[in-house]
C-alpha cells in the first residue's frame, strides 16, 4: 500500500477539481494493492483500490483516543477543513473541532470518503485500472458493510486496534450500527445519531424517484458521460431537490419561506421561480452538481437501500448484537421523517434484549432530519457528555 498527501493550488473550475479530486484528492490517500483485495457482499473483489481520509487532533501514545466519524449520503472526508471543491468550511465544523463536543485538542478524529464515493475513495468515477477509463456501471455496487470493511482496512492500516467512538448520523448513523455488527470488539462506544437499522419502504422509493432523474437525463449516456465528455446536471439537480425536501420539515420550511414571493411583487403566471422556496430548491440542485459524481448518487443510495441489519440475524435485531459490549447513544430528532423516532426506538430496544449498554434522547426540534448538521445546543450537550464520559472510562490519557 502506499500513501500520498495531494497539496496544490485550486485555480480550476468545480467541475475541473472534483474531476480530478476522485482519483487525487486533497486529502491523505491510502492505496490498497493486490495483497489487500477488498471482498464485497456482491460476490466480487476490488483487487486494489484507496481510500481518501483526513485527520484532526494527534493521535495519543497508547492510540486510545481515536474517534471516526462517518459521513452521510453526500458528504464527504471534509469535516472541518475548507472543502476544495467548494471552497465552504466542513460539513461538521459545529461539532468537531478545538473545544467543540468532539474535541480535537482531546481526540483524535478520522473521515474517511466511503467506498463508492467520489471524493479519492475508489468508486464509479474512478479510474479502472484494467481499461484506465472510469468505471462507470462496470464498478460493482457496494453495500454499507462494504463500506465499513474499506474504513476497518484504513484504521488497520494507521495501527488503531480499537477505536474510542463511532460516530454518525444519517447514512453515517447505518455505518456506526454496521460497525457494531461487523467489529463489536474494535468500538469503545457509538453515536448513531437520525438513522434506522434498515432503510424503509418510503425511503428506498424517494430514492429511486433521484436514480430515475440522473438516469433520464440524456446526458448521463448509459453511465458513461465522463468518456463521452457530458454531464447529467438537470437529472441530478432534480435528485437532489427532490431528497433535499425529505431532510427538511414542513415548520421549519413554512418559518423560512412561508409562500413569500421571490424577488417580486406579484406572481409571473409562468413557471419560473416565483416562490422563496422554489429558489431555494433550485440553488440546492444547481450547487450540488458542482461537487457530486452522478453515478455515486446512484451507487450510494443503492448500499442505504440494501440496508437491514437484522436480515440475516433471522430478521431478529437484537441477535445482530449479541457480541456487542460498547455502550451506545441512540439520538433522534421529533420532526425528522425521514427516520422517525420510532426507528431509533426499535434499535434502543434492540440492545436493551442483546444486553447492550444503551442510552437514548429523543431532541425536540422543527428542523427536520438535517437537525443533525445544524445547530442543535442539546445534540452538542448530549454529544460531549456521552463521548467525555467513555474517555474517562477507557482512561484517555493526554496526548
Request: glycine share 8%; hydrophobic share 40%; with cysteine.
Amino acid at each position: 500500500m502506499t500513501i500520498i498527501r495531494i497539496e496544490r493550488e485550486e485555480k480550476d473550475s468545480p467541475a475541473e477539481i472534483i474531476r480530478r479530486e476522485v482519483d487525487e484528492p486533497h486529502s491523505q490517500v491510502v492505496r490498497f494493492g493486490a495483497d489487500k483485495p477488498l471482498k464485497l457482499d456482491a460476490g466480487v473483489v476490488l483487487p486494489s483500490y484507496q481510500v481518501a481520509y483526513q485527520t484532526y487532533g494527534e493521535l495519543n501514545a497508547d492510540k486510545s483516543n481515536a474517534i471516526l466519524i462517518c459521513h452521510a449520503l453526500t458528504g464527504d472526508q471534509h469535516v472541518h477543513n475548507v472543502h476544495p471543491v467548494t471552497g465552504k468550511p466542513g460539513w461538521w465544523d459545529s461539532l468537531v473541532g478545538p473545544g467543540l463536543p468532539i474535541d480535537t485538542d482531546r481526540f483524535f478524529v478520522i473521515c474517511s470518503n466511503v467506498l463508492g464515493g467520489c471524493l479519492g475513495t475508489t468508486g464509479p468515477a474512478s479510474k479502472n485500472p484494467a481499461t484506465g477509463e472510469a468505471y462507470g456501471l462496470s464498478f460493482p455496487v457496494v453495500t454499507i458493510r462494504d463500506m465499513v470493511r474499506a474504513q476497518a482496512a484504513l484504521i488497520d492500516h494507521l495501527g488503531i486496534d480499537q477505536l474510542l467512538g463511532v460516530v454518525g448520523g444519517s447514512m453515517g448513523g447505518m455505518q456506526v450500527l454496521q460497525w457494531a455488527v461487523t467489529y463489536p470488539e474494535r468500538i469503545f462506544c457509538a453515536l448513531p445519531i437520525a438513522t434506522a437499522a434498515r432503510h424503509s419502504a418510503q425511503n428506498i422509493a424517494f430514492h429511486e424517484v433521484g436514480r430515475q432523474a440522473v438516469m433520464a437525463d440524456p446526458d448521463w449516456r448509459e453511465g458513461k458521460y465522463l468518456s463521452q465528455g457530458t454531464s447529467p446536471r438537470r437529472g441530478r439537480a432534480v435528485a437532489r431537490m427532490a431528497a433535499h425536501i425529505t431532510y427538511l420539515a414542513d415548520p421549519a420550511l413554512h418559518r423560512k419561506f412561508g409562500r413569500r414571493l421571490q424577488d417580486r411583487e406579484l406572481p409571473t403566471f409562468g413557471f419560473d421561480a416565483d416562490f422563496q422556496v422554489e429558489n431555494y430548491l433550485r440553488y440546492q440542485g444547481s450547487s450540488f452538481v458542482e461537487r457530486f459524481d452522478a453515478n455515486s448518487y446512484l451507487y450510494i443510495t443503492r448500499a442505504m437501500d440494501y440496508f437491514d441489519i437484522a436480515a440475516e440475524h433471522g430478521d431478529v435485531l437484537a441477535n445482530a448484537f449479541r457480541e456487542l459490549k460498547s455502550r451506545v447513544c441512540v439520538i433522534s430528532f421529533t420532526s425528522d421523517w425521514l427516520f422517525p423516532t420510532e426507528e431509533a426506538r426499535d434499535i434502543v430496544h434492540a440492545l436493551n434484549a442483546a444486553g447492550a449498554p444503551v442510552s437514548f434522547a429523543e431532541i425536540e426540534t422543527d428542523k427536520g432530519h438535517d437537525a443533525f448538521l445544524l445547530d442543535e445546543p442539546e445534540l452538542f450537550g448530549i454529544v460531549r457528555g456521552f463521548l467525555d464520559a467513555a474517555a474517562k472510562k477507557r482512561g484517555v490519557k493526554a496526548k
